[in-house]
């Protein structure tokens, strides 16, 4: 009895898998660090890339903004995710604005 025969003669009629975007279920290249169709993230390292892990970084500050104001969300997840987002702007603003200052120093000192 030949199992692995068996097991590698049905492995080469199954086709080949297509990954699929996690966000809009769009199928998307093996290669691509974000998806063509809705923006998500797809590559496996891309939160770990500087500069494409901005929109990844960031995407979470917009979800929970919608989340305030959607009708299906309850009023407690609302009031927290409002919370979350006030407590949080002073940090955010703190990466902002030394380099806007920075920009700001060196357009006054032309």
């Known amino acids: ?13 199954v086709p080949q898998a297509v990954p699929l975007c996690l ?9 691509d660090q974000v998806c063509p169709h809705c923006g998500a993230t797809v590559g496996q390292l891309t939160p ?10 960031s995407a979470i500050w917009g979800q929970m903004w919608q989340q305030v104001w959607h009708k299906e969300t309850p009023i407690l997840g ?22 806007a200052w920075r920009w700001v120093r060196s357009k006054t000192n032309l």
């Open 48 to 57: 770990y890339l500087p500069f494409e892990s901005i929109r990844w970084s």
């Open 78 to 99: 609302r009031v927290f995710r409002l919370f979350v987002i006030i407590w949080f702007v002073p940090f955010l603003l703190v990466g902002f604005v030394p380099p």
């Open 23 to 31: 966000h809009c279920l769009e199928p998307v290249d093996p290669l």
């Open 1 to 13: 009895m030949n199992t692995w025969g068996d097991h590698l003669e049905l492995h080469k009629h």
